[in-house]
């Protein structure tokens, strides 16, 4: 009976520990489950949707490794007015936390698509909110100096919100971003130092608020908005174009290159006829820069514009007010 008894107690104690076991085994498998789901949400990418590739790049630089950035217009020899939105785009969305666009009618189809589409939870910063510009005004809203700053401030506050452990990270970044944008201030007063009031014609509105910023005249307003709207100019607008041209009466003819209509490439062939310098822009961010390079570029072509139209006489004669 001792023995039996001995034998028993045995086999109890095996069923406990082996009770233990289990019961450590599944406690360890529950906290390496809770874990990695703690280190997967903490490793988890904000997922931000940008309309255009220039509001993208300002994004990824604020974001950094935070961020999972899509940018939808991001072509710069595609004509981003003859863009249609597709499912890809719309889904996109869908999954999007962030949504940064331009407004002011440039990109109508955003708004369509954030109506319908079914993602909720989700910031949506516009720049035509942020700088108090709507429908009818120009849209060419990144050329203006004081616009990203605005946005960069909008979309640092939105990732806070959205990811407060990475708050340090966010607000050394944006004032990071912010100080990378003096070379480009910097150079907006070297040539408005230099150029205040030469007169310039442009083919569309693109560059038109950097040309105000630098103190240009701009001549031919109602010509380069007839060609942005896809509509015609007038006849008196298109003489009153090839007269400046022709002329001599403006320095430089800014075109847009992702957009060369047939009046475009009259104009442009007058100017070569003419010797007026011709620069061109674009309203996409060119692949392999970042936004402060490429406003920084275009100034410089800019500047080098201007000093080949004084060189040759060009914007110096005939009336400079329109």
Same mark, same amino acid.
């Given at each position: 009976?001792?023995?039996?008894?001995?034998?028993?107690?045995?086999?109890?104690?095996?069923?406990?520990?082996?009770?233990?076991?289990?019961?450590?085994?599944?406690?360890? =498998?529950?906290?390496?489950?809770t874990?990695?789901?703690?280190a997967?949400?903490?490793?988890?990418?904000?997922p931000?949707?940008?309309?255009?590739?220039?509001?993208?790049?300002?994004?990824?630089?604020?974001?950094?490794?935070?961020?999972?950035?899509? #940018?939808?217009?991001?072509?710069p020899?595609? /004509?981003?007015?003859?863009?249609?939105a597709?499912?890809? @785009?719309?889904?996109?969305?869908?999954?999007?936390?962030?949504?940064?666009?331009?407004?002011? /009618?440039?990109?109508?189809?955003?708004a369509?698509?954030?109506?319908? #589409? &079914? +993602?909720?939870?989700? =910031?949506?910063?516009?720049?035509? /909110?942020? @700088?108090?510009? &709507?429908?009818?005004?120009?849209?060419?809203?990144?050329? $203006?100096?004081?616009?990203?700053?605005?946005?960069?401030?909008?979309?640092?506050?939105?990732?806070?919100?959205a990811?407060?452990?990475h &708050?340090?990270?966010?607000?050394a970044?944006l004032? &990071?971003?912010l $100080?990378s944008?003096?070379?480009?201030?910097?150079?907006?007063? %070297?040539?408005?130092?230099?150029?205040?009031?030469?007169?310039?014609?442009?083919?569309?509105?693109?560059?038109?608020?950097?040309?105000?910023?630098?103190g240009?005249?701009?001549?031919?307003?109602?010509?380069?908005f007839?060609?942005?709207?896809d509509? %015609?100019?007038?006849?008196?607008?298109?003489?009153?174009?090839?007269r $400046?041209?022709?002329?001599?009466?403006?320095?430089?003819?800014?075109?847009?290159?992702?957009?060369?209509?047939?009046?475009?490439?009259?104009?442009?062939?007058l100017?070569?006829?003419?010797?007026?310098?011709?620069?061109?822009?674009?309203?996409? %961010?060119?692949?392999?820069? @970042?936004?402060? =390079?490429w406003?920084?570029?275009?100034? /410089?072509?800019?500047?080098?514009?201007?000093?080949a139209?004084?060189a040759? +006489?060009a914007?110096? #004669? +005939?009336?400079?007010?329109?």
């Amino acid at each position: 009976m001792k023995k039996l008894g001995t034998m028993l107690n045995r086999a109890q104690q095996a069923l406990i520990q082996s009770k233990r076991i289990t019961v450590t085994t599944a406690l360890v =498998t529950v906290a390496a489950l809770t874990f990695g789901t703690s280190a997967f949400a903490a490793d988890a990418k904000i997922p931000v949707v940008a309309a255009e590739n220039f509001y993208g790049d300002v994004v990824q630089q604020l974001g950094g490794d935070c961020v999972d950035v899509t #940018s939808i217009l991001s072509n710069p020899d595609q /004509d981003p007015h003859l863009f249609e939105a597709s499912p890809k @785009t719309a889904r996109a969305l869908q999954h999007a936390s962030l949504v940064v666009y331009n407004g002011a /009618d440039y990109d109508p189809w955003m708004a369509k698509l954030l109506t319908t #589409s &079914k +993602g909720t939870q989700r =910031t949506t910063i516009v720049a035509a /909110d942020l @700088t108090g510009k &709507k429908g009818g005004d120009n849209p060419h809203l990144w050329y $203006d100096p004081a616009t990203m700053p605005k946005v960069a401030r909008a979309v640092s506050a939105a990732l806070v919100a959205a990811d407060p452990a990475h &708050k340090s990270a966010y607000d050394a970044n944006l004032a &990071k971003f912010l $100080d990378s944008l003096k070379p480009v201030d910097a150079k907006v007063a %070297e040539l408005h130092g230099r150029y205040t009031g030469v007169p310039v014609t442009a083919t569309e509105p693109v560059f038109g608020y950097m040309s105000d910023a630098v103190g240009l005249t701009m001549r031919n307003l109602r010509f380069q908005f007839a060609t942005m709207n896809d509509t %015609e100019a007038s006849a008196a607008d298109i003489a009153a174009f090839e007269r $400046d041209l022709r002329e001599k009466r403006v320095r430089v003819l800014i075109y847009n290159s992702q957009a060369t209509e047939a009046l475009t490439k009259r104009m442009l062939k007058l100017a070569q006829q003419s010797k007026v310098p011709i620069m061109s822009v674009t309203e996409t %961010e060119p692949a392999g820069k @970042t936004y402060q =390079t490429w406003m920084l570029s275009q100034l /410089d072509a800019l500047g080098q514009a201007l000093a080949a139209g004084a060189a040759s +006489g060009a914007g110096t #004669s +005939g009336k400079t007010g329109q």
